[in-house]
């Protein structure tokens, strides 16, 4: 469907351009060619040259934009499943763990988590010496690396989302509520190239659909 409407698009592009070719024709006098056989041939030989040489450049560029398109999603589909093969095996159970201790219906503030011992905690906590895992903060590195590839555009932002977009925005959440110093604001800085991706792509606020892995009412 989406090929369809591409091709459609470059269509009207072409014909758009054949238009505005046949309006320099007439405006340069070749006009009457088509409606007397005297003719200058040069000239119409010139303006055909040209109106060919756009429609193959319009041609040439689709054909690079949509190939280019498809190597990114081919890479993110790569580092998608990089990331899951790095993911040790109860690594996704120690994120849920987190992802519902820190959750406001049990009464956790932005930036902490409430532990086995019902204390509220910070969740730089998971990012220091005597860490209750380091999962945390393994998924961390890895989605920093990936945000990284997205931001030099080797991979597409939405197709990242929609598989990682519920890990990307709680990792976020988490490091953005949780400061450590008074050099910098928050964890989230040691990660620039996770911040840089919800700044430049921000999408919760476009709506970019994502995979839900945990749900809390």
Request: net charge negative.
């Amino acid at each position: 469907m989406n090929e369809k409407i591409e091709w459609s698009s470059l269509l009207g592009s072409v014909i758009l351009l054949l238009i505005f070719g046949l309006i320099a024709i007439a405006a340069s006098g070749g006009l009457p060619w088509l409606l007397s056989i005297s003719v200058d041939q040069r000239t119409f030989r010139e303006w055909l040259q040209l109106i060919f040489v756009g429609v193959g450049s319009c041609i040439a560029l689709f054909t690079y934009t949509k190939n280019l398109h498809q190597r990114k999603v081919e890479n993110s589909l790569k580092f998608i499943e990089l990331f899951r093969e790095s993911l040790a095996k109860k690594d996704m159970d120690e994120w849920k763990d987190l992802f519902i201790a820190s959750s406001e219906p049990i009464g956790a503030k932005p930036g902490f988590f409430i532990d086995e011992k019902n204390r509220m905690r910070p969740i730089s906590d998971y990012f220091s010496e005597g860490a209750p895992t380091d999962a945390i903060a393994r998924m961390a590195e890895a989605l920093d690396v990936i945000c990284h590839q997205i931001n030099t555009h080797a991979a597409d932002a939405q197709t990242v989302y929609y598989e990682l977009g519920q890990l990307l925005t709680t990792m976020h959440d988490w490091l953005n509520g949780s400061p450590i110093s008074t050099s910098q604001k928050s964890l989230l800085d040691s990660f620039p190239s996770l911040r840089s991706f919800f700044i430049h792509h921000n999408p919760r606020f476009k709506g970019w659909p994502c995979r839900v892995y945990m749900f809390i009412e």
